[in-house]
């Protein structure tokens, strides 16, 4: 790894590149997910994030397994705020569901999140419910302290128990906890921020070449979702005819037909969050590691910036917008890695 990052000031450097456990435990046992996460702790990755309700409630038990072969290397986000092992089958398909019309309910110029409630509505976020998540969460996970927990599909409207706060400032001082932040849609936390600032150290969404740049000073910044739903707007965008397929190639010095658009997607994401970190998920060990390889490879940099740069261009006109350079794309066109830590 070309560099390190912090998750907080008393917490140890870990990888910018991290891996999202929510493929765990789905369509695949214990040992096929061990095997996942063996694949990116090969690949170089050192942060495994995960949530009670990922794989039926199963995920963290997995992860509390594989952090067991790992004593000390490795740091861990999971999450507070959807149920987990009680959580009914029918339920967790819900949600997938959800997603999906979401994502068809978008067009490419469209496809930036929304805001809008999914279907499943989920309960306050409490501080008695809070402290019995914390509680298991340590206890599956066989772990002292959770480096990073996060509230999952945080909503301003969730968070109205005045105990909550206090709850997880106390966790924190306790040891049990290293970080907060909120996990949740990009669109949701404006909101959040500007009622619950000190619950924002750490924000984790989604963002991709396709997405708005937010702006949140001194904090940790976690981005996923650079591919999947993004990536077919991205390419849509760019090889929706021969004429535009040609041309982008030109531009960008490749071919966008071939895999080199994912490569340049991820490796965006990077350099468009200097100090923060990039999740990423996959059955797939081959594509595992050629995911890690793809966001550290600094030789993509100038390629990947002219992406962003070009794509920010489509989104502003698709949307009727002036289009103005941000000052990240001009750091994302800069020529080498981009080496800034928090």
């Known amino acids: 790894m070309e560099r390190l990052i912090r998750l907080g000031p008393d917490l140890a450097a870990t990888t910018p590149i991290g891996f999202g456990g929510s493929c765990l435990m789905t369509r695949s046992g214990m040992t096929a997910s061990l095997g996942i996460l063996e694949a990116a702790y090969e690949a170089g990755v050192r942060h495994f994030d995960v949530a009670p309700c990922y794989g039926f409630g199963q995920a963290e038990r997995c992860l509390g397994r594989f952090l067991a072969r790992h004593p000390g290397e490795l740091t861990v986000a999971t999450k507070y705020g959807i149920p987990g092992a009680a959580t009914p089958r029918p339920v967790q398909m819900a949600i997938g569901l959800a997603r999906r019309a979401k994502t068809l309910r978008r067009s490419p110029a469209r496809s930036t999140p929304t805001g809008g409630a999914d279907p499943v509505a989920w309960p306050p976020l409490t501080a008695r419910d809070a402290r019995a998540s914390i509680e298991r969460s340590l206890r599956v996970l066989g772990v002292d302290r959770i480096d990073v927990l996060l509230l999952h599909e945080a909503t301003a409207e969730r968070l109205q128990d005045d105990a909550l706060s206090e709850c997880l400032l106390d966790a924190v001082r306790r040891g049990e906890v290293g970080t907060l932040g909120i996990g949740t849609e990009a669109a949701r936390v404006p909101a959040l921020w500007s009622a619950h600032r000190h619950l924002c150290t750490v924000v984790q969404t989604e963002w991709s070449v396709w997405n708005p740049t937010p702006r949140y000073p001194d904090i940790l910044n976690i981005r996923h979702r650079s591919l999947g739903e993004s990536f077919r707007a991205v390419r849509q965008a760019v090889t929706g005819s ?101």
């Open 242 to 342: 021969t004429e535009r397929a040609d041309r982008y190639s030109e531009e960008l010095g490749l071919d966008v037909r071939g895999p080199h658009l994912a490569e340049l997607m991820l490796r965006a994401a990077v350099l468009n969050n200097p100090g923060g970190m990039v999740l990423f998920s996959s059955k797939n060990h081959s594509h595992i590691a050629a995911n890690v390889a793809a966001a550290m490879d600094s030789s993509l940099d100038d390629a990947a910036g002219r992406l962003h740069r070009l794509i920010a261009g489509v989104r502003a006109r698709s949307s009727g917008q002036d289009y103005v350079l941000d000052p990240m794309h001009e750091a994302c066109n800069s020529h080498g890695p981009v080496t800034d830590s928090p």
